[in-house]
């Protein structure tokens, strides 16, 4: 009987192994081997030479990268413009979705929601696009409307401090609806006898938002935004390669568009790697601590 | 005093209903302004007559655009790329979610294989050595470069495996009572009973590879075999971007382009559109899935 179970037990496995296998496959081949290719950091790497024949250098890659003009202001790009994003990301939709939760028309409710979730859905390319027509300087709608204003045509995209402004505005853009559902799918998981004992002990509206809806929505911002502390390094690569010009580099290069240009259009392979690394080690450590940070304070787990 | 109270909150509520509407308009009213601009004249277009309604109606940038044969063979190769990508993308998820789900005790690789795929997920390679292991594997501009390496897609399988585990454990012993096996369980009982989450999660899978640009950008080498989103990067973002960087502003504008791009635009966004209201009701389903802890 015991004899029986383990077979059982052991064709089961082998079912599993099975299931998983390609799976596995291809995470060798396409996430593992590619960690594995790191080592090209390490290397002044040509292609012709291949992983094995090029010729290895140690840390001279980031010797070299240390000593590039503009790495650094490339650095602080990435934080600014992450952390800029990280900030209003938060405020937004939490003021969207307490504004949201006074409307009493679901009409007007489901509306608002369906129009402003709908960008989340569309490409980059296809919300640049758009953006790089109605933001033009000659002939685009926005500065058509400045010009009935007296206002002289503004180069929004061209120009290293509206650059930015246009970033955070359509990140908003695209972004806030969907943390705006989920900041509303909290308010409505909050047990509404809170508020009746609020109204008893006097409370205005004001104060059963403060006292009440904010509380209550608290461990769904703090798990949101330690898992988005993970995330400072990408500063949205695929925004910021669709909008920018070289007039804007100094405001708005950032670590991915800067190995996009090192590697694929200049193919230094080694030092555009040796950027992929530091990248990579960076947001392992900072994923890491938030998702630890998660678990201690939201207790969440992802799986 | 109560009087006056309730005048502060139907002011409030007035003012609520004006900011939320007038922010909800913002958002909208460039995707309308390019909708209006694809069906006007060029002149009216370029005089700057057109809002949210098209001035001097005509169809003939559609024209154009369906005589357009690079952007329809890039249509169709978006549409390739959705149907293998997601067939094959979601055979992986589901196949990998239906062990992880199992406890310990009944596979007892579990934790090892958990490890082995969430660490995927903390840490990668990054662009050159992936490009580069694409480039080894021969997929180089063949449309497999824009489905293979992409088709396990670690999220997918967490949630797919998480819904998994809220189905009761009655249901598997009786199965296995009855003689099915794994395969058989999977596929009778386990699968017609989890498809809220399929959808959910095959939703997500077709919206994520028709939107995809970059990877028909560096993996594949004639324009012909490039997917409708990276045609449109190339055609209209980098273009224009490119003619930006000249100095002289004049030579910028290739205005006669803008309702013909303002149509591609929009053909581009109409498969999100069709499928648009499923997305959204189950896109709280989605939530619900993720949230859900083991």
């Known amino acids: 009987m015991e004899a029986l179970k383990r077979k059982k037990r052991g064709v089961s496995q082998t079912a599993f192994h099975i299931m998983l296998l390609p799976a596995v496959i291809i995470v060798i081949i396409y996430s593992y081997g590619p960690i594995a290719g790191l080592a090209i950091a390490f290397q002044d790497f040509l292609p012709a030479n291949g992983w094995f024949g090029s010729k290895w250098i140690g840390f001279g890659n980031f010797e070299y990268l240390w000593h590039m003009p503009g790495v650094l202001q490339v650095l602080k790009n990435t934080f600014l413009i992450a952390i800029m994003k990280l900030v209003v990301g938060m405020v937004f939709p939490i003021l969207m979705a307490l504004l949201l ?13 369906t ?6 859905f569309l490409s980059w390319v296809i919300l640049s696009g758009i953006l790089i027509d109605i933001l033009s300087p000659s002939g685009g709608i926005i500065n058509v409307f400045l010009g ?7 180069y929004f995209l061209g120009d290293e401090h509206w650059f930015r402004f246009i970033l955070i505005a359509s990140h908003i853009w695209k972004e806030v609806g969907f943390d705006t559902i989920v900041y509303l799918a909290a308010i409505l998981s909050i047990d509404k006898s809170l508020y009746e004992a609020a109204a008893l002990d006097g409370a205005g509206h004001l104060k059963k938002v403060w006292h009440v809806t904010l509380p209550g929505m608290r461990p769904i911002i703090v798990l949101l935004s330690v898992l988005a502390l993970g995330n400072i390094l990408n500063a949205g690569f695929d ?7 070289p007039q804007v580099y100094s405001s708005s290069d950032i670590l991915d568009t800067f190995v996009y240009r090192i590697g694929m259009q200049q193919m230094q392979y080694g030092v555009a790697t040796a950027v992929g690394l530091f990248k990579s080690v960076v947001s392992l450590i900072l994923i890491s601590v938030s998702y630890f940070m998660a678990y201690k304070i ?5 799986f | 005093m109560i009087e006056r109270r309730s005048f502060g909150r139907v002011s409030f509520l007035a003012l609520n209903y004006i900011v939320l509407a007038v922010f909800a308009l913002t958002c909208l009213f460039p995707i309308l302004h390019m909708l209006a601009m694809s069906f006007s004249s060029n002149s009216a277009v370029t005089a700057g007559w057109v809002t949210i309604w098209p001035r001097g109606f005509n169809l003939s940038s559609y024209q154009y655009i369906l005589d357009n044969p690079a952007f329809k063979s890039a249509f169709l190769v978006s549409v390739e790329r959705v149907v293998l990508g997601v067939a094959i993308s979601m055979l992986l998820t589901i196949l990998a979610a239906y062990p992880l789900s199992k406890s310990n005790s009944r ?3 579990r934790t090892a294989y958990s490890w082995f795929f969430v660490v995927t997920m903390i840490f990668n390679g990054g662009l050159i050595p992936t490009f580069m292991m694409v480039k080894q594997t021969g997929l180089m501009d063949s449309i497999w470069a824009l489905i293979i390496p992409s088709a396990v897609n670690v999220f997918n399988i967490i949630l797919m495996l998480n819904f ?3 189905l009761p454990h009655e249901l598997d012993e009786s199965a296995m009572i009855d003689g099915a096996g794994n395969w058989r369980t999977l596929w009778s009982i386990y699968l017609p009973i989890s498809k809220p989450s399929i959808a959910t999660i095959l939703l997500f899978s077709v919206i994520l590879h ?7 950008l560096i993996y594949m080498n004639s324009p012909s075999h490039y997917p409708l989103q990276t045609y449109l990067q190339t055609v209209i973002v980098s273009k224009s971007l490119d003619s930006m960087s000249t100095s002289d502003l004049s030579v910028l504008n290739s205005i006669s382009d803008r309702t013909v791009m303002a149509a591609q635009l929009f053909v581009s966004i109409l498969p999100i559109l069709c499928i648009y209201p499923f997305l959204q009701r189950y896109f709280v389903q989605g939530l619900t899935l993720g949230s859900v802890k083991g």
């Open chain 2, 210 to 216: 028709w939107n995809s640009w970059f990877d028909g």
């Open chain 2, 164 to 166: 998994f585990r809220t």
């Open chain 1, 298 to 302: 939201a207790d969440y787990r992802i």
């Open chain 1, 239 to 245: 925004q910021i390669f669709n909008l920018y010009s």
């Open chain 2, 107 to 109: 596979f007892r690789y």
């Open chain 1, 101 to 113: 939760n006074e409307v009493k028309s679901m009409v007007f409710k489901r509306s608002v929601q």
């Open chain 1, 148 to 154: 009935t204003l007296h206002i002289k045509p503004i």
């Open chain 1, 115 to 120: 129009i402003v979730y709908l960008p989340y």
